[in-house]
């Protein structure tokens, strides 16, 4: 592994590091100020995983983001999005 791809590794983590200490932040909060969020993140650990030959499954990567299975997440920690919330990521998807 080159120094490139330990720095790169590390930098991953401490971004799952710093989502898991913001559960306070909703995904489609993520989703409306920068564009991905963390079934995104999932989504690209996948295809990365993918390919690299590994078969690590979406809900595999899931758990991986998330520090445990999104089932157990999404009723521990997600809310409903509010009208607000809503009507700002549909017109991010017009945009």
């Given amino acids: 592994m080159s ?5 790169e590794a590390a930098v991953f983590r401490r971004l799952l ?3 898991d200490s913001r559960k306070d932040v909703q995904n489609i909060d993520l989703m409306n100020l920068a564009g991905f969020c ?4 999932s989504k690209w650990y996948a295809a990365a995983a993918a390919e690299l030959g590994e078969d690590v499954g979406y809900e595999e ?3 991986h ?3 445990m299975p999104y089932s157990e997440w999404k009723a521990r920690y997600q ?3 509010t ?3 809503q009507a700002a990521f549909e017109a991010r998807k017009q945009d």
Avoid: F, S, W
């Fill in 65 to 67: 983001v998330y520090g």
């Fill in 79 to 81: 809310t409903p999005a």
């Fill in 61 to 63: 990567a899931r758990e």
């Fill in 3 to 7: 120094e490139t791809d330990k720095i």
């Fill in 83 to 85: 009208a607000e919330q």
């Fill in 17 to 19: 590091e710093h989502l």
């Fill in 38 to 41: 963390r079934n995104c993140l």
